[in-house]
C-alpha cells in the first residue's frame, strides 16, 4: 500500500512552458485534492474531485487546470507557467472528502519557474 | 467564512520542556478542529483532529488538544518535549464538507 505518491519530486520550468503534476493514490478514496504551500501563507486549496469525472475550484484555481479519469489519478496541469506558481504542491486524498475526514498527503513537488 | 490564526511562526523549546503552540478559529458553524504535523521534506500527515464530544483530544506522539468555543480556540500541547518533535505544525478548520482551511504554520526547533 503505496498510499499518496506525486511524481515528480523536483521541477524547474521556464516561464510560459507546460506541465503536469501527477498524483495517485491506492487506497480507492473518492475524494483527491491539490494543494499549494507558501511560506507563511500555510496550504490553500487550489482544486478538488469528489469522484472520478467530478471536480471543482478551490481557494486559487487560476493558472492550474484539473481532470479526474479514475478513482485512483488526479492530475494537476500548469497551461502557461509563470514565476508567482513556484510554490511546493501537495495532493491529498481521503474516503469521502466530509468534514470530519481525515487527509492523507502525499510528499509533494517542488516546483521553481524562472 | 472559515479563518485560521496560529499565533508565532517559530517555537523553541528546550528537549524536556512543554510544548505548547497556539490556534484561534473563526467559524459560522460548529467547526472541526484539526493539527497536522509536517516532518522536514515530507506530506502532513493527521496528529489529533476535534469533531464532536469531548473537548479534550488526545493524538499520536503525546500531543494533544483543547477545544475552548468560549475562546475560538484549539491549543496543541505536548507536555515533554523530544527532539523528534522538530517539524511543522498546521492548525486547520472544516466548516463544511470537501474544504479544510489551514494556518500559516508554527515551526518547532527543539534544543538539547
Known amino acids: 500500500n503505496a498510499g499518496v505518491t506525486q511524481t515528480p519530486k523536483f521541477q524547474v520550468l521556464k516561464t510560459g512552458q507546460s506541465m503536469t503534476l501527477q498524483c495517485a493514490q491506492d487506497?480507492?478514496?473518492?475524494?483527491m485534492s491539490w494543494y499549494r504551500q507558501d511560506p507563511g501563507m500555510g496550504l490553500r486549496l487550489i482544486h478538488y474531485s469528489v469522484g472520478a469525472g467530478i471536480t471543482d475550484q478551490g481557494e486559487v484555481p487560476n493558472g492550474y487546470n484539473v481532470s479526474r479519469s479514475t478513482t485512483e489519478d488526479f492530475p494537476l496541469r500548469l497551461l502557461s507557467a509563470a514565476p508567482s506558481q513556484t510554490s511546493v504542491y501537495f495532493c491529498?486524498?481521503?474516503?469521502?472528502?466530509?468534514?470530519?475526514?481525515?487527509?492523507?498527503f502525499g510528499p509533494g513537488t517542488r516546483l521553481t519557474v524562472t | 467564512a472559515q479563518s485560521v490564526t496560529q499565533l508565532g511562526s517559530h517555537v523553541s523549546v528546550s528537549e524536556g520542556a512543554l510544548v505548547l503552540l497556539r490556534c484561534n478559529y473563526s467559524?459560522?458553524?460548529?467547526?472541526?478542529l484539526f493539527w497536522y504535523v509536517q516532518y522536514p521534506n515530507q506530506g502532513l500527515q493527521l496528529l489529533l483532529k476535534y469533531t464532536t464530544g469531548a473537548t479534550l483530544v488526545k493524538g499520536i506522539n503525546g500531543f494533544e488538544a483543547e477545544f475552548k468555543k468560549s475562546e475560538t480556540s484549539f491549543h496543541l500541547t505536548k507536555p515533554s518535549a523530544h527532539m523528534s518533535d522538530a517539524a511543522e505544525y498546521f492548525c486547520?478548520?472544516?466548516?463544511?464538507?470537501?474544504?479544510?482551511?489551514f494556518g500559516a504554520g508554527t515551526t518547532v526547533t527543539v534544543r538539547a
Open positions: 487506497m480507492n478514496h473518492e475524494y
Open positions: 486547520a478548520v472544516s466548516e463544511n464538507d470537501y474544504k479544510l482551511s
Open positions: 467559524s459560522s458553524v460548529p467547526p472541526y
Open positions: 491529498a486524498s481521503s474516503y469521502t472528502g466530509d468534514r470530519a475526514s481525515e487527509q492523507y
